[in-house]
């Protein structure tokens, strides 16, 4: 309800919605203790959709967050644990074959 691409999608519809809007979703909207968004994109569309709008927006961001650290440092270390598991499923790769191998025989 909130995004703009149905103020302008479904221009009677809008009507419709903004004749709601005033007595009840406004008044929700304003007396809540937080309206949240997942993302500052999110949040921005909604305050495009209605002009009448105060809340108290706050932004949960959902799903990953960006890398912490130094990139140099993570790139050694998944490099080392890279080799690791390689030399390791190599090893297992060459035990497995030995053994059926020595199976068949």
């Not at 221009?11 to 709601?20: D, N």
């Not at 990953?64 to 490099?79: H, M, V, W, Y």
Request: glycine share 4%; with cysteine; aromatic share 18%.
């Amino acid at each position: 309800m909130l995004d703009p691409y149905f103020k302008h999608a479904f221009p009677l519809k809008h009507i419709k919605k903004w004749l709601y809007w005033i007595p009840a979703e406004y008044w929700i909207l304003r007396g809540a203790y937080r309206v949240l968004f997942t993302s500052k994109a999110e949040k921005r569309l909604a305050e495009q959709s209605f002009w009448l709008h105060r809340w108290n927006a706050y932004v949960v961001p959902y799903g990953a967050s960006g890398p912490t650290g130094d990139p140099e440092l993570q790139k050694r270390a998944f490099s080392r644990s890279a080799l690791r598991r390689k030399a390791r499923d190599t090893w297992c790769s060459w035990v497995a074959f030995i053994a059926r191998r020595a199976a068949i025989c």
